[in-house]
């Protein structure tokens, strides 16, 4: 049982370039998050999903995109990357049912140069 | 909108000794609260939570909490910490007061646990 899997685990990128993230979960898992962690800062909630084909904004949605259109896969775009973006993404999903805890992946390293 | 607020930066502590962490939250109506532990280079693991029910809550690798709605603090706390503990430790609410609070999960900034041999 795999849980959440992140893809890739590191990526470098110039200023302006565009990437997608990949975050793909086997629980079934309705819900699905996708969070930035920089140091001293914690985790902060880019955008969120709660079931196939609806998406929603966080706290920090501003310069990403995110598609669901398969229950199992949650995509989280950068169009144009910005060094700002550097930082460490975690996906992340739980069950619908309340009081449920949410699995994370292993998380991607991002640098933007 | 939903906050957690870890106060301390860095907890040192002897192995041996009592370890606690300490986290507030604010919330617009009942809390449902979590710890994470994340180890280097890996994602976050779930500890334990507070769902409803008893003060005290019990989770994984020899941690308890104590919930006090009065003081807003869901503390985490160990007997007799282990090298092996010393990780990163995070405190998350969810706010069930409203649908988006609900749906969200607030994490505040961490707490580096260093336990000295």
Redesign the interface.
């Known amino acids: 049982n795999a849980g ?1 899997t992140q893809t890739p685990k590191f990526r470098v990128l110039k200023t302006g370039q565009s990437m997608t993230l990949l975050c793909a979960q086997d629980m079934n898992h309705e ?1 699905m ?1 996708w ?1 930035r962690q920089d140091p ?6 880019i955008h ?1 999903s ?1 079931g196939e084909g609806t998406t ?1 904004k ?1 706290e920090v949605p501003d310069g990403y995109n995110v598609s669901r259109l398969k229950k199992q896969n949650f995509l989280l775009g950068l169009e144009s990357a910005a060094p700002s973006q550097t930082s460490v993404y ?1 996906c ?1 999903s739980r069950r619908v049912d ?2 449920t ?7 991607t390293r991002l640098t933007v140069v | 909108a939903q906050s ?1 607020a ?1 106060p301390e ?1 860095q907890v040192n502590v002897a192995e041996g000794n009592p370890l606690t962490v300490k986290c507030t939250y604010s919330v617009s109506g009942n809390p ?1 609260l ?1 710890w ?1 532990v994340q180890y280097p ?6 500890l334990l ?1 507070y ?2 029910g008893d003060n005290l809550v019990k989770g994984s690798y020899g941690f308890e909490a104590e919930f006090n709605k009065s003081q807003t603090s869901f503390h985490l706390k160990k007997p007799s910490a282990l090298v092996s503990d010393s990780a990163l430790y ?1 405190c998350a609410v969810r706010d ?1 007061g409203s649908t988006r609070g ?9 707490n580096q646990v260093v336990v000295i041999p």
């Open positions: 959440v819900y998050y969070y001293g800062m914690g985790l902060r909630l969120y709660v929603a966080g975690f992340a309340v009081g805890e949410a699995f994370f992946g292993q998380g | 957690v870890q930066d449902y979590f994470y280079n890996r994602g976050l693991q779930f939570k769902i409803t995070f069930m609900n749906n969200r999960l607030a994490f505040g900034k961490g």
